[in-house]
């Protein structure tokens, strides 16, 4: 099974499953990876699953992936400015849908997902 | 107090009620009391009268009413950060349902608080996220399809009861693993307990909830199948079985918030369609944004409320709250909150996406959102290519429906 790696904002590095098919927020809140809170469940609606994929993966994952999830992001520039240069790697969580060519991924998680 | 959710215990907080109950913290000058859900200004448009609040109320106030006295918030920012902040505004004890104080049990997961709220959502999250819901996708048209053939011909129906009450309910019974004879039985049931406005006939309909769903879970228990009863009776979260308290609670509060507030919704929708022929047109012009449109209806009209109870004394707005007191979200308020909606009544398919409150945010954001959305969704194009031109039936009068769930009594409709 492809194995997401998700470090939180002290570094702590968290290595998880995640079934081809299943989301990248999914996987964390399945496995009480803290730092996605993922509200609305992976509806496009609350912008609360936000991470920043690591340069070595961003080809790969590619931006984001509809006009709702660019909007979102757009409403979240505030918090994203406290993550520094990863900021330009903002994706939604819940909309980075597992395959086989993502085995290994690494993503990195905010210090908070809302004021 | 940390509850635990295996062994219920009636929760001791204050519950207000009435001019003569207000807590001496509370300043005269945010005491109010609108009606909220009950009185006639609310009844005569009760989306209107709650877009209203932002020119007629303090942006928090302090509503004093014959049930339970409860601050009010209707900014868009203020609901986000209560529905967000648990630490400051709990779900225990947040329930305002009677139950049976000698055999007492917690809405789960609604009435637990993070992090124990988790490990119930894991048990049903993967059905209701998109992808499980869309499993269904086939059988919610196929029974859209199966009711609108029932009535197509006749060129008028009553919306509510040929259309949007069976059909949320029958998926609902589906997605459970119930009988569908049960159909109009459950939607009494409801009724009576959302809408009655009345504690007695309130209790009345929670015993006999009780009685048929514990036999349900005890018949699931026996006989394991795929649905939603059967997966909560035989669930082991780390390995450890839920206690049939939890079991009961789970199964009771899904069955409270999945049957009632999708039929609402479409009730209220179908009402402002036949009004707006011109919009319905846009809707069949436009499939490519069904699911924009879809979201937009919902920021609309979205139909209950969200209470909590102050954990901690905390200050919003240089407004000071006390542990204890009750705080209730105006969803469908904060949904018009001209500072992020701005012309917040229109119905605006390509508004930018914001965060929309029809099913809350925080740990507690609607279970059953997906499945609403796809239920909508699934509706709207259904009948639209069959009823693609409708109104209201000459001569109709529309009333709403008092109580926690917002939508209109009945809406005859002809074509």
Not at chain 1, 44 to 52: D, E, K, P
Not at chain 2, 37 to 45: D, K, P, Q, R, S
Request: net charge negative; proline share 8%; hydrophobic share 45%.
């Amino acid at each position: 099974m492809p194995k997401v790696t998700y470090i939180d904002h002290h570094g702590m590095a968290t290595g998880v499953d995640v079934p081809v098919g299943e989301n990248v927020m999914r996987g964390a809140l399945y496995n009480n990876v803290e730092g996605i809170a993922g509200e609305c469940g992976g509806a496009l609606s609350c912008a609360t699953c936000r991470c920043y994929v690591d340069d070595a993966w961003t080809v790969k994952v590619g931006g984001p992936a509809s006009h709702e999830e660019r909007e979102l992001l757009a409403d979240v520039v505030e918090l994203d400015a406290a993550e520094g240069a990863l900021a330009r790697n903002v994706r939604l969580s819940c909309q980075i849908t597992m395959t086989p060519a993502l085995d290994g991924l690494v993503v990195h998680l905010p210090a908070k997902q809302f004021f | 107090m940390t509850i635990d959710p295996a062994h219920p215990v009636p929760p001791v907080l204050p519950r207000f009620a009435g001019p003569e109950q207000i807590p001496p913290h509370v300043p005269k000058a945010l005491v109010r009391s609108i009606g909220l859900t009950v009185g006639e200004a609310f009844l005569a448009a009760p989306h209107d009268f709650m877009a209203r609040l932002h020119e007629t109320m303090p942006p928090i106030f302090y509503d004093v009413n014959e049930f339970c006295n409860a601050w009010q918030l209707i900014k868009h920012e203020d609901a986000l950060f209560a529905l967000r902040h648990p630490e400051f505004f709990s779900n225990e004890g947040a329930t305002p349902f009677p139950r049976d104080p000698d055999d007492y049990f917690y809405f789960i997961p609604i009435e637990i608080d993070p992090p124990a709220h988790r490990k119930y959502r894991n048990i049903v999250d993967p059905i209701f996220s998109p992808q499980g819901v869309l499993k269904l996708e086939g059988l919610i048209r196929q029974r859209a399809n199966d009711l609108l053939d029932e009535f197509v011909d006749k060129g008028e129906c009553e919306f509510t009861t040929a259309f949007g009450r069976p059909l949320p309910v029958s998926v609902f019974l589906d997605i459970m693993g119930l009988p569908q004879d049960m159909r109009d039985t459950f939607v009494q049931w409801a009724v009576n307990l959302l809408h009655s406005n009345d504690r007695a006939t309130m209790a009345e309909a929670m015993k006999v909830i009780t009685a048929y769903l514990k036999q349900a879970i005890a018949e699931k228990k026996a006989h394991p199948d795929e649905g939603v009863v059967s997966r909560i009776a035989h669930a082991a979260p780390d390995g450890v079985p839920l206690s049939d308290k939890e079991v009961f609670g789970f199964v009771i509060f899904i069955f409270i918030g999945g049957l009632d507030t999708v039929f609402a919704t479409l009730n209220n929708i179908w009402l402002w369609l036949a009004q707006n022929p011109e919009r319905v047109q846009e809707i069949i012009d436009r499939p490519a944004d069904i699911n924009a449109i879809v979201e937009e209806l919902l920021r609309r009209w979205s139909v209950t409320f969200s209470g909590r109870v102050v954990a901690q004394d905390v200050e919003m707005r240089g407004v000071q709250m006390k542990k204890g007191d009750r705080v209730t979200s105006i969803l469908p308020a904060c949904n018009f909150d001209p500072e992020v909606f701005p012309n917040p009544l229109d119905v605006d398919f390509d508004r930018p996406r914001k965060t929309i409150l029809a099913f809350t945010v925080g740990v507690h954001s609607c279970m059953g959102g997906h499945l609403a959305r796809l239920e909508l969704k699934i509706a709207l194009q259904e009948w639209l290519k069959r009823i693609p031109r409708f109104t209201v039936k000459p001569g109709a009068k529309i009333t709403y429906r008092p109580g926690g769930v917002v939508g209109p009594k009945a809406v005859p409709l002809v074509w």
